[in-house]
């Protein structure tokens, strides 16, 4: 069981992870050993709940697909449980940042303190590129 924010949960059956070799170096081990993990996620026959999936699905994100796929490869690790769990937690991070609201933004205008210090320190670098001109002698 993957445990989610808000009570939550998916089902071991619902991600399906595959061991694959690790790209780069790493000399004959990399060669030999799957270590690479490749975990997807199908959004749409999954269980989560509707408010869940309709944000997923609106995410302009790159690891999930048209079909609405999650897929995450993780090769960080040397070994095979540790990069299963970086893509299990990967996999929550993105479920969990695409059902969290953000809070609304309330416009702020500047105070009439900062305008004047704005505007003063405009005029002091206005002064000093005007005496930068030719010199008429």
């Not at 690479?36 to 999936?53: E, G, N, V």
């Amino acid at each position: 069981m993957i445990n989610l924010d808000h009570d939550v949960q998916l089902g071991d059956w619902e991600v399906d992870i595959t061991a694959i070799r690790s790209q780069g170096a790493g000399g004959q081990n990399v060669n030999k050993v799957a270590s690479a993990i490749h975990l997807r996620f199908d959004i749409k026959t999954s269980s989560l709940p509707p408010f869940f999936k309709e944000r997923l699905l609106r995410l302009a994100d790159q690891r999930i697909t048209k079909d609405g796929v999650i897929i995450i490869k993780a090769q960080s690790y040397r070994t095979q449980e540790m990069n299963r769990e970086d893509a299990i937690k990967r996999l929550q991070e993105l479920i969990n940042g695409a059902v969290a609201v953000q809070k609304r933004r309330r416009p702020t205008r500047p105070t009439r303190g900062s305008q004047e210090r704005r505007i003063e320190g405009k005029k002091i670098r206005g002064k000093a590129k005007s005496l930068r001109g030719k010199v008429d002698i």
